[in-house]
């Protein structure tokens, strides 16, 4: 027995002397993976190292080249992983052979103990109307990966849209896909719904809204059915304002306008128009801004309308010297 192993111990030395050198698989790097995994390399071979999903390469190459010798240079590759997390650490180590197996070193990485959870795919209960896309290239879900879940339209999606892969090889949570359905919406004062059926409506369906004539849309003008099965905010119709004055000349979008002629049919919701006011002692005249607020208008406290006498014999205010060019 022992003459045998010995003869075959030398035929193999001799074997591997005369031979065409070729190099063993190279060595597993922690996290990555290999580009061409074979038992045996030619000479000049080249293999390409790429991190796993979640790791990235650090201080080292990640090409190496079968040497002529039949080994692979020293393998410096360090997959560490992208997020390096404050608790759970432990030093894992890899056997990194060089050329000469007296070059072997021991590498160390600090990374968390749940370096290698994977979380399965997520089991989906219904029907296809659930599904869900990688946030990473790849279908392998590492811990702390993160998943997107989507529900075929018109159902809702109930609860968390993402889950991440969590220390356990669980994910956070799976949501449902549920049928969602809002009344009939209801009309807005002073204003209508645009085309609208009078049926119920799927989640995330919308209707629009418009006011009657001077009257102004304050909010969305489109509403959406929502997830709890009520509509989102309506918006609100906002009254114009009859001016307050039998007659007097006011500022109007920059312009000089007659209250009882130009402006009969009051200004919008939101609009300005200024009113001309006297400084007695000064003989001059100032405007003041009024904003009209859903039917509301209130004259300024300075605004004098004029009887019939006064205004044949004094000046308008609108037509005196602006005070501010007085000095
Ligand atoms: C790693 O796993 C352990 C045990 O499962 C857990 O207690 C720890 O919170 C995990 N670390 C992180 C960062 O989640
Ligand atoms: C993902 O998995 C499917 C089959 O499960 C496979 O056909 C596909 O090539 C894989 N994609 C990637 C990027 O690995
Ligand atoms: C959804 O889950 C993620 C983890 O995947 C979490 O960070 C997030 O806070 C959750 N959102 C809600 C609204 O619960
Ligand atoms: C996995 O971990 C999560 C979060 O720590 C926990 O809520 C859940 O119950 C765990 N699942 C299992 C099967 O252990
Ligand atoms: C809801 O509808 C809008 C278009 O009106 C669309 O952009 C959006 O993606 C839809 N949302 C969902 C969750 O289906
Ligand atoms: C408009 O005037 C009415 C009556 O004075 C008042 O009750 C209401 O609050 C006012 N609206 C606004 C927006 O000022």
Known sequence: MYSLALLLCTAALAHNALAVKVCPKPPEVLFAT????????????EVEYTCRPGFVPNNGLRKYICQPTGRWPLNTLLCLLTILLGQGQANACQMASGVESSHSVNVCAQIPENYSVTCAPPSLPEFGVLSYRHLKPGNISYFMDTIIFECVPPLALIGNETATCQANGTWSSIPECRAVTCPAPTGIENGFLNFAVRRTYHYNESVSFSCQSRYVLEGPKHIRCEKTGNWSPKPAC????????????????????????????GIMHGETISFYCKNKEKSCAYTVPVQ?????????????????FSSLVKTDPSNMKPCEDLK
């Not at 290999?34 to 071979?45: D, H, L, P, Q, R």
């Not at 009209?292 to 019939?308: Q, S």
């Open 34 to 45: 290999i580009s061409v995994v074979k038992n045996e390399y030619n000479v000049g071979e």
């Open 292 to 308: 009209c607020v859903n039917g509301n208008l209130t004259l300024p406290f300075c605004f004098k309308e004029r009887g019939f």
């Open 238 to 265: 906002k009254e114009p304002c009859k001016i307050p004055a039998k007659k007097a000349v006011v500022l109007y979008e920059g312009e000089k306008k007659r209250v009882q002629s130009d402006l009969k049919e």
